[in-house]
């Protein structure tokens, strides 16, 4: 039986005459050396360093001299068997490069076990790009250290697909790799297997179909890597440098992707559509099964998610656009268009809390199947900024648990019937200002509020356009002044408005309330909002 090609096996005995501990020796200088395979009309008693003389299978890369520089191409038009442990490092200039050529179809890596792809175990300056991996019982990338720090890898135009896309019944196991995480790539894990973190890992253009999970990156939470701990046990070693742009994740049962254990990562420019669609249903106990959402943070600082478009999730225990977890501090999500998700945000703080995070110029349209919330538990949002934000046809929203906060400039409509909550407790000393609410009353916390038709230039809600304000309306240049240089749309600020557009009208017009229509709507949520209070409280 053909057993699975590994470069770990097939170098085995030059790695003992050599003393390299992984799949290749680290590189000690500039020369570069090309590697060609071609699955179609490669042969494995070829030498593979010549393009015209490629080998065809992993197994037939022999006598390898890895360098900084150094090449490993993958013909178009071919398939490979391929579950290789890589130990390798080029430098910033000269990356060790596992990529394609020729012409056709982008070549396919791919292994039918349970197992990764590709593991680059203490790799720096590695580039993977313009390949196709696929793994039907398998992971994709993992990238570990497990000895030194590694530093940046690059992963660019890779297609990943067809990976455990099934449903299951509880969270995945991040423990291990990409495999057992179902995972198009995993960094590190949770828990963590050292205290090296990952620097400087960019992942751009890629796109993730039909894979149950996407991009996992974690750092090291503790010396005792246990991520379930008390406050004064943690003590993180920090992915720095994190970049991901440019990337498209659809049809998958679990999460995008997971920000953890990072300091200063971004996330920017990526779509997720139609991910969490595990868990839409309860439990027969009428719990919920497992909890998913498509791009969060978790014990991370001072990072950003942004310009992403996040849509269609069904996981009824989380399912929304913004979510910091488990001691994230002065993150930020912004620009964020969130769309038919189960909600808008749920942050779920522990310890002491979240401090300094930040929601801004954001659009939510009919995230209304579930409860928005600032903050599960006590622990709270502290220092927490939710500004010029426009939140339309949402479920209940509560503004809650929230400590030294800043509530401004956003526009709230709720879906018919969802009503607001809010702590009233002025001890907890936070500020609402420049807020206008529809088809709710206006909280007691925000008396100054506005209760107004928003005056959207549109009424097609799978448009953001509709959703910008027109001249005549009445937010505009009603809002608190903010430090935002951009709207939602990507223009520069030219007016103080309320909600997500920052410009200074269109030239549309739009229908106005009259004094009747206004009474009516009051009265009704004068008594939508009692009912509401009602059943709280004998509930």
Not at 101 to 129: H, I, M, P, Q
Not at 259 to 287: M, P
Not at 318 to 343: E, L, P
Not at 459 to 471: I, R
Request: with cysteine; net charge negative; hydrophobic share 35%.
């Amino acid at each position: 039986m053909k057993k699975a090609n590994k470069f770990l096996s097939v170098l085995l005995a030059l790695a003992l005459v050599i003393g390299s501990v992984g799949l290749f020796a680290h590189a000690q200088d500039s020369g570069k050396n090309y590697y060609y395979l071609d699955s179609v009309n490669g042969d494995d008693s070829n030498s593979g360093t010549e393009i015209d003389s490629p080998v065809k299978t992993i197994a037939g890369l022999k006598n390898l001299d890895v360098k900084a520089g150094t090449h490993f191409l993958f013909k178009n038009g071919g398939k490979y068997e391929c579950t290789a442990t890589l130990t390798c490092s080029g430098t910033k200039e000269n990356p060790v490069v596992i990529s394609s050529y020729g012409e056709g179809e982008t070549a396919v890596l791919y292994t039918n076990e349970n197992k990764d792809v590709l593991c680059l175990f203490d790799c720096s300056y590695v580039t993977v790009r313009d390949l196709h991996i696929t793994a039907p019982n398998g992971g994709g990338i993992w990238i570990d250290t497990r000895t030194k720090t590694s530093e940046g890898i690059v992963i660019d135009n890779v297609y990943f697909t067809d990976m455990q896309n099934y449903k299951v019944h509880s969270r995945d196991n991040f423990s291990n790799g990409a495999a057992t995480a179902r995972a198009a790539v995993m960094v590190k894990g949770l828990p963590a297997k050292s205290r090296y973190a990952v620097n400087d890992l960019t992942i751009r253009n890629c796109e993730v179909y039909n894979c149950a999970n996407g991009f996992m990156v974690w750092g090291s939470w503790n010396e005792q890597q246990a991520p379930w701990c008390e406050e004064d046990e943690i003590d993180p070693i920090y992915n720095e440098g994190l970049l991901i742009e440019g990337c498209y994740f659809h049809e998958m049962d679990a999460e995008a992707v997971i920000v953890g254990i990072c300091d200063g990562a971004l996330v920017t420019h990526c779509r997720s559509i139609n991910c969490c669609q595990g868990g839409a249903e309860l439990k027969e106990d009428g719990e919920v099964e497992y909890f998913t959402a498509a791009m969060w943070f978790w014990g991370s600082r001072n990072s950003t998610i942004q310009y992403c478009e996040i849509a269609g999730q069904k996981n009824i225990g989380d399912g929304m656009a913004v979510d910091f977890d488990s001691y994230s501090h002065n993150c930020t999500y912004q620009y964020i268009y969130s769309h038919d998700n189960v909600r808008f945000m749920c942050n779920c703080p522990n310890h002491s809390g979240h401090h300094g995070n930040t929601v801004r110029y954001c659009l939510s349209v009919n995230d209304n199947k579930g409860r928005s919330t600032t903050a599960v538990g006590e622990c709270g949002e502290h220092d927490f900024s939710f500004y010029n934000n426009t939140i339309i046809n949402c479920g209940e929203f509560q503004f809650k648990n929230l400590y030294n906060s800043y509530i401004a400039n956003n526009i709230i409509v709720p879906a018919e019937g969802a009503t607001f909550a809010y702590d009233i407790d002025p001890s907890r000393g936070n500020v609402f200002e420049n807020n206008c609410y529809y088809n709710v009353m206006t909280p007691l916390v925000d008396i100054g509020a506005m209760n107004t038709v928003p005056g959207f230039a549109g009424s097609d809600y799978s448009d953001p356009a509709s959703f910008m304000l027109s001249a005549d309306s009445p937010l505009i240049g009603a809002g608190s002044e903010t430090n935002a240089d951009k709207d939602f749309y990507g223009n520069p600020v030219e007016s103080n408005n309320i909600g997500c557009y920052g410009g200074k009208g269109t030239d549309t017009e739009y229908e106005r309330e009259n004094l009747i229509e206004k009474i009516i709507r009051t009265i009704r949520d004068i008594i939508e909002t009692v009912i509401h209070e009602i059943k709280v409280i004998f509930d």
